[in-house]
């Protein structure tokens, strides 16, 4: 193949001219695919049918200590939801707490809470001048709505191989007090699938923060959804790491069953230190009367234990393995060596990030929907949904068919070709 | 029945001896009662037992509009769901978004929000040197408890036979713009039992609120909750009334399934404006994904229409009637006459709210406590705990059997006697 920056310009009109006529052919077939989200399919939904018939009759609705789950009562959980929870992140039964159905409404409520009430007592940030997030990008759109929801400024942190760029996240956060937080995914990110390493998940355990109530929001939403559970990521625990230093603190990890068992209908948690989670306890003591104890009975009682949940996510791996490959191999075999776009093999998690030459990833998402494919918006991975030079794009594979997959990765490639020819002879 | 006040000292003292027997037997019986919150019974949670088995083996898990009620997705709630709850209210659909498990949670959100963005366009409270809430007492202890958290110097409101003072209400809201809300049970009320007036509702909707962002939180907890199906109160819709005089934009309104399927996995809705409504989902919308939808159409299949929720309520009623019957009976045999405590009897709810002689509540409460009897804490009922006259006493029948509720409330009986002879001596 030939990298299309070598082209001379008739080659390219003439490129542009047969990439048309495909366009063209593709809009004909009236598809209409959506990869925008990381929705799973109706095949992985299916995997947890039999949850539904775990509590038939209700004829034993009590918790292992003996509390009637249908009832008030227990806020931060059935101990033996808590354990299960806390065997996915890896942590503690007495750091956690288990929540509703999105791990998003906990950290809505940790930051909403932290403007209001400060964090182990200092002062409210919303009372401050101003308050700064580091954004570690390409990141989690919803991430980065919940900050400036908050009017929380949004600084971009570069991401590399090994995860966000330390040097400059140790710059920031050990030298500007302003500096609240940061927001990670810290497996298999969110859209890269960038495992963090653990060199990066010890220098963030050693952070030397100038806030005192600088929290890192570790959004480990990933923890056990690997695509190959035989060569699988493995992420380093923080909270053992962060003991080393004394800083247990420093971080509040979130968690859900949400890719798990049901995306609208599971159970999530947060794990944090003991007096992080004193705090946390006091104001949700007021906030609610406890979440939905039935639902965290309903999952315990269906995945029995961790080795429960690692079973049921090997049959999500072999659901999801073929979207992801199907992608991929046609990524490699219409756009390897064109050097018009790079993206990434993940081993994990729900997206594949590809990065487009650098002002087109717009166009590419406008042509895409032009044809019927519909993509996350581009720059939707920025704070402020400004990617600084338009060219990430989120591909989430998971909820279309194998079939459309393949139809939607044609069209994709086709659309970053066109859209790169367009760009090339613009400046030609 | 002779009146204690009407005793002398020797009669009084005499009246305390045998009175301090008794007490001594009551204790050496080594009862353990718990009267002291509104939580429905093993056997009122029974009534639902086969909701857990409408959702069978997820052969049909989609909402009326095709929707896969198991994935993300839908912002306000299924719409079967919000017609299910807006029924309950007697509201339009179109006015309700449906929620988690706790109205509570809602009802904070709400005001959590205010505080972090204002009320459609107004300055949030939080940057307000000073908000008040007119709080009608005695009232719902988890309503004082969220406005105490955040600051909000609370107002206490004499309660009538007909609902809040409305004078009162009408002197604060009308000329006092740092007045932003006010707490209202407007059926069956915590503790009283009371439903407001026509003309209170009336005089609710017809406020002209010195703040824009003045608004009333109508938390109709007990909407459906009659123990007389035959002869239940009939509270004015709140809504219509405002309509009337172009105020709708002043009330949120609450509701929850708590008590009419399961206390801890029920499901909950706001009605509000269509004004509200948009601004409360501008902000959801970045808060959580969605609620728990299954949990939605479990309640619909279930239930069906709002019909086969007023016969579930009927045997919710058949559940409950005895138990308040029975400390009625009681109270009526063992006080009348004795002008030692004042009592009303409610026709729906979860309380029968009972008034001491003045600064003896707590010393009942204690002496309840020494005898294996607990109550809510005295002073629970009005705002920052303190009941001025230390006389409120809030009793919750449900969740102990019929005879266990007899044993409890001639153990409370006999404790307003010994300690208002005890007071009477005292001044005597």
Redesign the interface.
């Known amino acids: 193949m030939k990298a299309y920056k070598e082209m001379s310009k008739s080659e390219l009109l003439e490129l542009k001219n047969e990439l048309e006529k495909k366009f063209e052919d593709a809009k004909g077939k009236g598809l209409t695919l959506d990869m925008s ?1 990381g ?2 399919s ?1 095949e992985q ?2 995997l ?2 039999d949850m ?2 775990v ?4 004829s034993d ?1 009590k918790a292992e200590n003996g509390m ?6 227990i806020l931060d959980g059935i101990s033996e939801a808590k354990k299960l929870m806390a065997d996915i992140m890896g942590v503690s039964s007495d750091n956690v707490i288990v929540c ?3 791990s ?2 906990i950290m ?1 409520d940790m930051v ?1 809470r932290a ?2 009430f400060g964090v182990l007592g200092s002062t ?1 940030w ?1 009372k401050l001048d101003k308050v700064k997030f580091l954004c570690p990008a390409p990141g989690y759109d ?1 991430h980065f ?2 900050t400036e ?2 009017g929380i400024e949004m600084i971009n942190i570069p991401m590399t191989a090994e995860g966000p760029d330390m040097d400059m996240v140790e710059e920031y956060v050990n030298n500007d007090e302003s500096i609240k937080g940061i927001w990670c995914v810290p497996k298999y990110s969110n859209p890269q699938g960038v495992t963090y390493s653990d060199e990066v998940v010890k220098r963030f355990a050693a952070l030397k923060p100038a806030a005192k109530d600088f929290r890192i929001f570790w959004d480990n939403a990933y923890a056990i959804h690997d695509l190959y559970p035989d060569d699988k990521d493995e992420l380093l625990e923080i909270f053992a790491e962060c003991k080393k230093n004394g800083n247990e603190n420093m971080v509040y990890e979130f968690c859900s069953t ?1 890719k798990v068992s ?4 599971g159970i999530s948690a947060i794990a944090a230190s003991k007096e992080n989670i004193e705090q946390i306890l006091k ?1 949700m003591t ?10 965290m009975l309903r999952h315990v009682r269906y995945f029995k234990d961790i080795n429960g949940v690692y079973k049921h996510m090997e049959k999500h791996a072999e659901s999801l393995r073929p979207k992801f490959e199907a992608v991929l191999e046609i990524f490699e075999r219409e756009l390897s060596g064109l050097e018009i776009g790079s993206w990434i093999s993940p081993k994990g998690g729900y997206f594949i990030s590809f990065d487009s030459m650098e002002g087109c990833a717009k166009d590419i998402v406008a042509m895409c929907k032009e044809a019927g494919v519909t993509l996350t918006g581009a720059g939707a991975t920025y704070p402020y949904k400004k990617d600084p030079k338009d060219s990430n794009i989120r591909i989430a594979p998971s909820f279309p068919t194998d079939e459309e997959m393949r139809s939607a990765a044609e069209i994709f490639t086709l659309c970053v070709k066109l859209v790169s020819v367009n760009k090339l002879l613009e400046n030609a």
Chains 1, 2 share one sequence.
């Open positions: 989200r929705k799973p109706k939904l299916d947890s049918n539904m018939d509590l038939i009759g209700s609705m009637d789950v249908r009832n008030y009562g509703g159905n999105a998003l409404n809505y909403s403007m209001l409210p919303s919803r709505a919940i929801l908050f949400s049901y995306a609208g209908a104001i007021i906030q609610t009367i406890g979440y939905d104890k039935v639902n």
